[in-house]
């Protein structure tokens, strides 16, 4: 053996069939990744130094590809028969989708039809939808999940700044001297970004979390804040108040960038720190301190997520958020970004690309005549200047009869949309009902045609992240079966609609994105290379990190200050439900579980469970591990207690990955005030444990 040589290793090419660069397909990071692939089956992935995770992944990017090789991956084109759902040809299940499209519009009108685009679908898929709803259609009914999280990001900072989009990059973390994260648990559901936020703090930034839960990050920061659900507004104006007191106003900045500033000075009177610690529960000395830092440092980020949107006046918590940054001046300057995390990989995309009932490319108006002749011309089409339905209207529409028809690209809204209930009466009042889909779902078991369709990993095009980066998305397999690209599916479908797209690939549908739309001109698949680009993008190439560096993309050129007071959420504790429940994400898996369940993942957590603090346990006879029941104004289901301290006393929390849980069935109908985004983060609740005898007996205290 002291001879013996040590073979060399065989180059990747030799070792894997295909080796390809692409972009993570969970959520709004937008890792740049690295996968192998044997005989048409993924065996390992790895991260590459992209701009947005700099040679690091999560444990979903890394190790959470086997459902794409799953046994129960559609493989065929399914069409309802006699009740159940039998394989069908593609002929036949495109066939049918047609002549069913073409019998409601015949019958009842273009607006009789509607589509839903997908968030975790490139660029070009979701143009290519809005394309065909618009143009093959005639209807401006078509929307995405964007509705049910950042749509009021979008409406907020279109309002206050003119794009909707983050105003700088994640980098700017890394140049922060305080970051303020508030409704966002980056550690769990980004967590490339929480493990840069670590180690920004570990570095010297001083963080703030706002957040009912002690969420991970408040481990590393200065101050944790943990108002009651619903009061973000009093927050966020208690820490304009402080910062216009104690003399920390950007007064130079306030003057020359902006408007609207007097409203907001004889509004914030009122929102001084003992008045809300009175409405939000926060004492005052520690929003006081909060102000103080935010305001002192010569930069500062804000970071959001669905803790903020997710509510009745999310879209007006999230212009407050603006309203503090422009006071202190910590707008288009290194360091200082406002960096909404987007939940999944293309839900910035999504919107960008116009799957809006209102707005084409870029957030331009369906009723601007130029913009829609400017479509009109390109695709030879007449085209809907009327709003279409979002999609809370969509579902209304349907259960009163005046929507027939459905066509679900991506999106499983009967596990992931508010007042479950609802939506399946919708699906069940539909005339027709397309799904195009991966897998089974809850959504699929109301569809008359179900179509096999590609999952991240078998695609090519575009994914916009949180930074409002373009990326590239290269295949790394094929899809299973007769499974078919979402491109090639939607394309077909519109052709034999009568209308040709005129596309080959996506990157021609890409190439008339960047020619229709000046704030992505300078788009193309050479120019995107390994590190993508930030919209604007000039016609030669030249991109945006930072937004607002000299003046704002409003009429004027200044940015919009909002008077706006805190309001009472739409839903509240009292007698009959007592407890506040909050929902969420964990590490290990994504959203409605779909692709994470059907990796080594569902071995690591098996099911969601229910946090309690442990006063409330105590004060409800419920143990860890205990069944319980969980009942709110709208629906009731059954899930496992955890006692916990991460949770304020009088709150609950909750994951939504796990179908059978059904957690939305809790939800009822209270939204955004301005956008319909369902309020997910308030929800009046009552615990009870199931079992008649108590697991454990509670020590009370003297005088209990």
């Known amino acids: ?367 601007d005549e130029e913009v829609a002749a400017t479509f009109e011309a390109a695709w030879g089409a007449p085209l809907s200047r009327r709003k279409g339905k979002t999609i809370p209207q969509m579902f209304d529409a349907a259960v009163a009869g005046d929507l027939k028809a459905m066509y679900i690209f991506g999106e499983d809204v009967a596990q992931t949309d508010p007042d479950t209930a609802h939506v399946i009466a919708a699906m069940e009042s539909l005339e027709f009902l397309v799904c195009q889909e991966i897998f089974l779902n809850e959504t699929t078991k109301y569809a008359d045609v179900v179509l096999p369709a590609s999952a991240f990993l078998e695609k090519e095009g575009t994914f916009i992240n949180a930074e409002r980066r373009f990326q590239a998305v290269e295949p790394a397999i094929d899809p299973p079966g007769e499974a078919r690209t979402d491109f090639e599916i939607i394309g077909e479908v519109s052709r034999r609609l009568g209308h040709e797209t005129g596309w080959e690939t996506p990157w021609d549908a890409l190439d008339e994105i960047a020619r229709l739309t000046p704030h992505y001109a300078g788009v193309s698949r050479e120019r995107l290379g390994s590190q993508g680009l930030q919209w604007p993008v000039r016609p030669d190439g030249t991109d945006s990190p930072t937004l607002y560096d000299t003046t704002f993309d409003r009429p004027g050129g200044r940015g919009h200050f909002a008077p706006l007071p805190y309001k009472a959420p739409g839903d509240a504790p009292d007698d009959e439900f007592p407890l506040v429940l909050v929902t969420g994400r964990i590490l290990q898996h994504y959203n409605a579980g779909t692709m994470t369940r059907r990796t080594a993942n569902a071995e690591l957590v098996d099911r969601d469970v229910l946090e309690v603090h442990p006063v409330d346990a105590a004060r409800l006879w419920i143990g860890d591990g205990d069944r319980v029941s969980v009942r709110s104004r709208v629906g009731r289901i059954e899930v496992e207690a955890k006692v916990t301290d991460r949770i304020e006393p009088g709150h609950v929390f909750t994951t939504f990955h796990f179908p059978e849980t059904r957690t939305n069935l809790l939800v009822g109908q209270s939204a955004d005030v301005n956008t319909s985004c369902p309020e997910y983060k308030v929800i009046a609740v009552d615990v009870r444990p199931i079992s008649e005898q108590p697991s454990f007996v509670p020590v009370l205290a003297d005088g209990d």
């Open 1 to 367: 053996m002291a001879n013996a040589t040590i073979p060399e290793a065989p180059a990747a090419e030799e070792r894997f069939d295909r080796v390809a660069a692409t972009t993570c397909g969970y959520c709004g990071v937008g890792c740049r990744l690295e996968t192998r692939a044997i005989d048409g089956r993924i065996v390992s992935i790895g991260p590459l130094d992209g701009p947005a995770n700099h040679g690091h992944t999560c444990l979903k990017g890394r190790f959470a590809h086997g459902f794409s090789r799953s046994p129960d991956r559609l493989r065929t084109p399914l069409i309802r028969e006699d009740g159940e759902l039998r394989p069908a040809s593609w002929e036949e299940a495109l066939g049918r989708i047609v002549a069913e499209l073409e019998r409601v519009k015949a019958a009842h009108g273009p607006d009789a039809i509607a589509g839903l685009a997908s968030s975790r679908a490139t660029n070009e898929d979701c143009y290519a939808m809005q394309r065909l709803i618009r143009a093959a259609v005639g209807t401006n009914n078509i929307d995405n999940c964007s509705r049910v999280c950042h749509s009021p990001t979008s409406f907020a900072l279109r309002r206050s700044f003119g794009l909707s989009g983050a105003t700088g990059s994640f980098d700017d973390i890394d140049h922060a001297e305080v970051g303020v994260l508030m409704g966002v648990n980056p550690t769990q559901g980004h967590p490339v970004v929480g493990a840069r936020i670590k180690q920004a703090a570990l570095r010297g930034c001083k963080l703030i979390t706002i957040d009912p839960r002690r969420i991970e990050l408040a481990d590393y920061g200065e101050i944790h804040l943990a108002p009651r659900p619903g009061t973000n507004a009093a927050v966020a104006l208690g820490l304009c108040h402080v910062v216009r007191r104690e003399g920390l106003v950007d007064e130079a900045f306030v003057a020359e960038r902006t408007e609207g500033y007097e409203a907001v000075e004889e509004l914030l009177e009122g929102y001084d720190p003992a008045a809300v610690e009175e409405i939000a529960g926060i004492p005052a000395a520690d929003l006081e301190a909060a102000a103080r830092l935010y305001g002192e440092a010569a930069s500062g980020s804000l970071l959001w997520g669905l803790g903020v949107t997710e509510h009745m006046y999310g879209s007006e918590v999230v212009q407050l958020l603006c309203n503090l940054a422009m006071m202190t001046g910590k707008v288009g300057k290194p360091g200082s970004a406002l960096l909404p995390l987007r939940g999944q990989n293309n839900v910035q995309g999504s919107s960008d690309m116009g799957a809006l009932p209102d707005t084409y490319t870029a957030y331009r108006s369906v009723e």
